[in-house]
């Protein structure tokens, strides 16, 4: 049974700034999956260690956390059925080398260490990392539907 679930994306800097921002959400728009949550911002010290502490004393792990706050992210919460692994399935592996041919990194990136975009690995993971860059009250997962609004309009008159 799939269950509908939230994952942290963030668009990394070289994608914000090679124009990629809008192609990317788009990937995930037209999936079918809802954006809850979206800003831009410059990623902290604090941020970046809190997000990547599992990389901690790799030999990528400084040129890592130079390159997340090498210029601003683009951060996003994004809800759907399995939205875990079907962001991490859109992305493409972590090398764009390996990635299939139309996922977001193959399209997009040419070297493992800067390729574009980031999603969470596990639900938990996506929790944690949600935490780390978004306020409870800044994700909108309820929506009044657009239709009610319509019929309420018409019915007003
Ligand atoms: N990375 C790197 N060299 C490596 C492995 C990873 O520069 O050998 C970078 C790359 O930007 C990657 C990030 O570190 O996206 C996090 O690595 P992870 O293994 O968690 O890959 P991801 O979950 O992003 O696919
Ligand atoms: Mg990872």
Known sequence: MRAKERTFVAIKPDGVQRELVGEIIKRFETKGYKI???????????QAKAHYAEHEGKPFYPRLIRYIQSGPVVAMVVEGYNAVAGVRHLMGSTDPDKAEVGTIRADFAEVMEYNVVHGSDSVESAEREIKI?????????????????????????
């Open 133 to 157: 860059y978004f306020n409870e009250n800044e994700i909108y997962a309820q929506r009044k539907c657009m239709e009610e609004l319509v019929v309420e309009y018409l019915d007003a008159d």
């Open 36 to 46: 809850t949550a979206l800003k831009m911002l410059q990623v902290t010290d604090e």
